[in-house]
Structure formats: C-alpha cells, structure tokens
C-alpha cells in the first residue's frame, strides 16, 4: 500500500514537473513530508532520505522529458550546458549543508522556500520582461513551427551566478530548480515559453546525475522507496512531456500556487513549532 502511494505521488511530480518544467522534485518532497510527519507513514524517512529519494527521481523524470522535448526540437543545448555548468557546483555545495539541517530546520527552510515559489507563481505574468539581460548578453534565435523568430540571450557571468543558486537549492532541498529557471528564462532572458521548459529540464535531469552521486556518497538514497517512485516518475515525465504540447497548463499553475503556499505555510510553522 505504501509503495502505490510512493508510485502515485511519483506519477503525479513527473507529470507536473515535465508541464511546467518543475522537475517535479517541488511536488514530491512537500508531498513526502507531509504524509511522514501528518500520517506517520515513513517514519524511517528524515528529511536527508527524501531529499535523496527526490535528486534520483529527476534523473529520470529529466530523463525522459529532455528525450520528448528534443523530439520537437525545443532543447538549447549550448544554454542547458552552461547553465549546468553554474548549477553543479551549487548542488554539491548545498547537499552537504543539507547533511546538517534536523527536520524543524528542514520544514522551516523549506517552508519558505514554497512560500516564496508560489508568490513566484502567482505574480510572474504580472511582470513585465527585462531587456537589459539580452541586449548586454549573448545572443540567440529560435524560429518555432509557425515560422516565427524569437530573439532571448543573457550575460554569461549572471547566467552562472543564478544557476548557482539554483543548483545549491536543488542540492539542499531536492528540487529540481525549474521553478525558478523558468520564469527567469522567460522574464530576464526571453526564452520563447516552450524553449525555457525544454531547456530547463535538460539542466536538471544534467544536475540531477551530479546531484545524486553527491547524495549516494552521503548514504542519503532509501532504496526500497526508490525503485517505487521511479517508474511513476518516468512515465508521469513522459504524460506532462506530451501535454505541454497540446495543454493550456494555466489551470494547473493556479493549483500548483495554491497547493505550494499552503503546503509551504504548513511547513514553516511545523518548523517554527515543532522545534
């Protein structure tokens, strides 16, 4: 029973993370610490075993969402390596201070973390794109199938000073940083939409192999669960891969704002308190 719970929870972040090009590490380890700290149903499981669970799961739910994506073409290559490149040095960093944290500093961290992506969510199509990134960075062109051009680019040095950051949270939390690339893809560096998801899970499922070999190293990897989330992951990435091209996901996004900032001020005060 608990193993299909784990799959299912695998299947629904990699149908969410390969949509919206979350990864789908920010759906499974709210949803991990939730039924183990509200159902007691993985007592055995800290939050450095989740967080472990989580980096190995993007390795195949990048896996398989990078392969649909590089089918119609919307993979930047060049872009995805060099945002890789500032990534893993930030995950290694930040899954060695993850080696520290007890679960009340866990919750609390990360709590805020959720609070902070769905108030990303909610106001980033409010925000009004920034043009200074590509008109004093490298530059690009993407042509999509309707024959039109786009025109994105960023400076090299920003680019591998947020992917730090980006790979440090991924490190520490577990998450696949497409929550934030994303919308800075698209805002500060104007990626066409489709090109930002893309792109963006071929850093993390990059991220997530350097990710997980940290992580092994730190016997952080529950096994038993791994081999039940995997699976569901995998094919849930390739779902979310094939409704990107077919859905309007701005449904789901109002519901992923929803579910992050409640589960998010859940875990702060959890956090707060149980400490």
Same mark, same amino acid.
């Given at each position: 029973?608990?193993?299909?719970?784990?799959?299912?929870?695998?299947?629904?972040? &990699?149908?969410?993370?390969?949509?919206?090009? !979350?990864?789908? @590490?920010?759906? #499974? $380890?709210?949803?991990? %610490?939730? /039924?183990?700290?509200?159902?007691?149903?993985?007592?055995?499981?800290?939050?450095?075993?989740?967080?472990?669970?989580?980096?190995?799961?993007?390795?195949?739910?990048?896996?398989?969402?990078?392969?649909?994506?590089?089918?119609?073409?919307?993979?930047?290559?060049?872009?995805?390596?060099?945002?890789?490149?500032?990534?893993?040095?930030?995950?290694?960093?930040?899954?060695?201070?993850?080696? &520290?944290?007890?679960?009340?500093?866990?919750? !609390?961290?990360? @709590?805020?973390? #959720? $609070?902070?992506?769905? %108030?990303? /969510?909610l106001v980033k199509d409010r925000l009004k794109a920034v043009h200074w990134f590509v008109q004093n960075g490298r530059n690009f062109t993407f042509r999509d199938?309707?024959?039109?051009?786009?025109?994105?680019?960023?400076?090299?040095?920003?680019?591998?000073l947020l992917t730090f950051g980006v790979g440090f949270a991924s490190g520490l939390f577990g998450i696949g940083g497409g929550s934030i690339m994303v919308p800075?893809?698209?805002?500060?560096?104007?990626?066409?939409?489709?090109?930002?998801?893309?792109?963006?899970?071929?850093?993390?499922?990059?991220?997530?192999?350097?990710?997980?070999?940290?992580?092994?190293?730190?016997?952080?990897?529950?096994?038993?669960?791994?081999?039940?989330?995997?699976?569901?992951?995998?094919?849930?990435?390739?779902?979310?891969?094939?409704?990107?091209?077919?859905?309007?996901?701005?449904?789901?996004?109002?519901?992923?704002?929803?579910?992050?900032?409640?589960?998010?001020?859940?875990?702060?005060?959890?956090?707060?308190?149980?400490?």
């Open positions: 029973m608990i193993f299909l719970l784990i799959a299912l929870v695998g299947l629904l972040s &990699g149908i969410v993370g390969a949509l919206i090009g !979350l990864g789908g @590490g920010v759906i #499974l $380890v709210p949803a991990m %610490l939730f /039924l183990g700290t509200s159902f007691a149903f993985f007592p055995e499981l800290p939050p450095q075993k989740i967080v472990g669970l989580s980096v190995i799961m993007m390795i195949f739910t990048g896996l398989s969402s990078t392969l649909s994506y590089m089918k119609v073409k919307t993979v930047d290559y060049r872009s995805g390596l060099l945002f890789f490149a500032g990534s893993a040095p930030g995950t290694i960093i930040g899954a060695f201070v993850n080696k &520290g944290l007890d679960l009340p500093s866990f919750q !609390l961290y990360f @709590g805020i973390l #959720l $609070v902070f992506l769905a %108030l990303l /969510l199938s309707m024959n039109k051009e786009y025109v994105y680019g960023y400076p090299v040095w920003f680019a591998l800075a893809m698209i805002l500060l560096f104007l990626f066409p939409p489709h090109v930002a998801v893309g792109t963006s899970m071929f850093m993390v499922f990059l991220s997530a192999i350097v990710n997980s070999i940290t992580h092994l190293s730190l016997g952080n990897v529950p096994w038993l669960y791994t081999l039940a989330v995997v699976p569901g992951a995998y094919v849930g990435a390739k779902i979310g891969a094939a409704w990107n091209k077919k859905v309007d996901s701005g449904t789901l996004v109002v519901i992923l704002r929803i579910a992050l900032l409640v589960l998010g001020l859940r875990s702060v005060y959890e956090g707060i308190f149980s400490s």
